[in-house]
């Protein structure tokens, strides 16, 4: 048995990183995006969905550190057009046609953080949910899934492939980062179905390089981290990536130079003259 071959993929949308990955994440993962601001982790999310909605795959993107709008006309400066796709903001008015794409932002969360709030019961009425709670999260995908039309007949999974991106996780934990490990596995157990592979972007400090919180790369099938060289000592901005692990293939396991160019977005070469298997 081919193992390459026996395993089902996604494409991440760049071909070098594709290529390393040995044709794609495996379908069915939660990959974590970890790195500090600027180094294109949320470009490399702009490629993900790209690829899926290009590929026929529904699409649910959350937001909390960007508005959709923003993050659609950056998109635009790589060609990526995801306003030529069917989409739709959470929390607003009911959509005419079925959506390609779902956005999730602050407000969606927001709205639906007052729902669960007005739903409780009487022995519960002094609790409130605030919009960046993974409860709050929760609630807004399984709601994403529905609008997408994914759980028909009272479905539990979605009934066809679906890209998750949230950008970013480090939000839900930013006033608490000690419960990063424990928000991570309550998300995974709630939402993770074979039919999501997930993109979940991880901020690290600029200061320490340490991430806001441990426990998102823990629970994670993949990692994907980015980073740059200390600018002050460069005089130039050089970004870097690297596949830290990813479960169920292998991959390759050196850096990788990051450039991200106009109308193209991010392109990757190796860092080492030897990059057998690429």
Request: hydrophobic content about 40%; glycine content about 8%.
């Amino acid at each position: 048995m081919n193992y390459v071959e026996d395993v089902s993929r996604v494409s991440t949308g760049v071909d070098a990183l594709d290529a390393a990955l040995q044709g794609g994440v495996p379908k069915g993962s939660w990959v974590a995006v970890t790195g500090e601001p600027g180094t294109g982790k949320s470009i490399l999310c702009m490629h993900y969905a790209w690829a899926g909605l290009k590929e026929g795959d529904p699409v649910i993107y959350v937001t909390t550190e960007a508005e959709f709008r923003d993050v659609v006309r950056q998109a635009r400066q790589f060609r990526m057009y995801f306003d030529d796709y069917e989409m739709h903001y959470l929390g607003g008015k009911p959509p005419f046609r079925k959506p390609q794409i779902v956005v999730i932002d602050i407000f969606s969360l927001l709205k639906t953080a007052k729902q669960l709030s007005a739903d409780i019961d009487e022995v519960e009425r002094s609790r409130k949910y605030a919009a960046l709670e993974i409860d709050v999260l929760i609630a807004t995908i399984r709601e994403a899934y529905r609008v997408l039309g994914l759980l028909e007949g009272g479905r539990k999974s979605p009934s066809k492939h679906v890209r998750l991106i949230i950008d970013s996780m480090s939000a839900f934990w930013a006033d608490k980062p000690a419960m990063a490990r424990r928000f991570s596995y309550q998300l995974k157990i709630a939402t993770h179905r074979e039919n999501v592979t997930a993109f979940l972007v991880s901020q690290y400090a600029m200061t320490t390089k340490g991430t806001f919180g441990y426990g998102l790369e823990h629970i994670a099938d993949g990692v994907i981290h980015l980073w740059m060289d200390n600018v002050e000592v460069a005089k130039e901005v050089r970004r870097y990536l690297i596949i830290k692990k990813m479960r169920m293939t292998n991959h390759y396991e050196g850096a990788f130079r990051v450039i991200i160019s106009p109308g193209e977005g991010i392109l990757m070469k190796p860092v080492s003259g030897a990059a057998a298997g690429i």
